[in-house]
């Protein structure tokens, strides 16, 4: 980005960064199969039984949800990046650098997110609902903890982490401005993120659906459009929080119900 194309080409730096990236991880991971593919049932041609249409059904009920999800996400993205350049450009660069710098953390709780699903898959699928309580309970703990701890590090050292981005003191300050007020939402955007993942784990396609669309068409986008008109920017920084609050309230209300309809004892 920076060291081998001349400069005003790191755009086109990053492209290509990401490009080679890619490729190199690519090569690895055949490789790897390469080696164990003697130890290992997986193969990239299937062989014996494919699997019946149900479990299709299965893993499309799974998979439209997670890839809507996303397809949400970057769509609230550009809703933010156009209502921020309405205010100028350093407002957008500041707002830019604090979306960048809010994936640290929760890059992590998605990570543990993730790395629970199938927990809490095989334990359901088993029946055993008290391990599945467990480990969402202790993946919720975790995951808030260090929310709240990025909450902490990032009100206080949010100058820092700007000027690591920029040098520019208009940006930086309004940078640090988004910036403490932004990371007041990751505690609460790991609950969605968690529960979003529960009901993915327990093939809850639809109730998984429903949250994922919740999140940004009812609550997140709109709420973006009412703050930007009331409150200006900072309504812009602020509608992550408030509309997360509200998406916390309907996934536990969807969870308990999730718990009344399956049968299960009440569990935080």
């Given at each position: 980005?920076?060291?081998?194309?001349?400069?005003?080409?790191?755009?086109?730096?990053?492209?290509?960064?990401?490009?080679?990236?890619?490729?190199v991880?690519?090569i690895?991971f055949?490789?790897?199969?390469?080696?164990?593919?003697n130890?290992?049932?997986?193969?990239?041609?299937?062989?014996?039984?494919?699997?019946s249409?149900?479990?299709?059904?299965?893993?499309?009920?799974?998979?439209?949800p997670?890839?809507?999800?996303?397809?949400?996400f970057?769509?609230?993205?550009?809703?933010?990046?156009?209502?921020?350049a309405?205010?100028g450009?350093?407002?957008?660069?500041?707002?830019?650098?604090?979306?960048?710098?809010?994936?640290?953390?929760?890059?992590?709780g998605?990570?543990?997110?993730?790395?629970?699903?199938?927990?809490?898959?095989?334990?359901?699928?088993?029946g055993?609902?008290?391990?599945?309580?467990?480990?969402?309970?202790?993946?919720?703990?975790?995951?808030?903890?260090?929310?709240?701890?990025?909450v902490?590090?990032?009100?206080?050292?949010a100058?820092?982490?700007?000027?690591?981005?920029?040098?520019?003191?208009?940006?930086?300050?309004?940078?640090?401005?988004?910036?403490?007020?932004?990371?007041?939402?990751?505690?609460?955007?790991?609950?969605?993120?968690?529960?979003?993942?529960?009901?993915?784990?327990?093939?809850?396609?639809?109730?998984?659906?429903f949250?994922?669309?919740?999140?940004?068409?009812?609550?997140?986008?709109?709420?973006?459009?009412?703050?930007?008109?009331?409150?200006?920017?900072?309504?812009?920084?602020?509608?992550?929080?408030?509309?997360?609050?509200?998406?916390?309230?309907?996934?536990?209300?969807?969870?308990?119900?999730?718990?009344k309809?399956?049968?299960?004892?009440?569990?935080?």
């Open positions: 980005m920076f060291m081998i194309l001349p400069d005003g080409k790191q755009v086109m730096g990053a492209a290509i960064a990401t490009m080679l990236s890619n490729i991880a690519s690895y055949l490789i790897t199969y390469l080696k164990a593919c130890n290992t049932i997986l193969r990239f041609r299937p062989t014996g039984k494919y699997p249409a149900k479990s299709f059904s299965s893993i499309f009920d799974v998979g439209i997670a890839a809507v999800g996303l397809l949400l970057d769509l609230c993205n550009i809703v933010i990046n156009r209502l921020s309405s205010y450009d350093i407002e957008l660069a500041a707002i830019g650098i604090v979306l960048k710098a809010e994936r640290l953390p929760l890059n992590i998605i990570g543990i997110c993730l790395g629970m699903v199938p927990l809490i898959a095989y334990s359901y699928s088993s055993d609902i008290e391990r599945m309580d467990e480990i969402f309970r202790f993946a919720r703990v975790l995951g808030l903890l260090i929310g709240i701890t990025s902490l590090m990032y009100y206080i050292l100058p820092l982490i700007m000027q690591t981005f920029i040098h520019d003191p208009e940006t930086v300050h309004f940078g640090t401005l988004f910036l403490r007020a932004r990371c007041i939402a990751t505690p609460l955007m790991f609950l969605c993120f968690s529960m979003f993942h529960f009901t993915q784990a327990i093939g809850r396609g639809k109730e998984s659906f949250l994922a669309v919740v999140r940004q068409m009812v609550f997140n986008i709109p709420i973006l459009f009412l703050f930007n008109a009331l409150l200006g920017v900072m309504g812009i920084v602020w509608t992550q929080a408030v509309a997360d609050f509200f998406v916390v309230i309907v996934s536990y209300i969807l969870y308990g119900r999730i718990r309809q399956e049968g299960w004892k009440r569990a935080l």
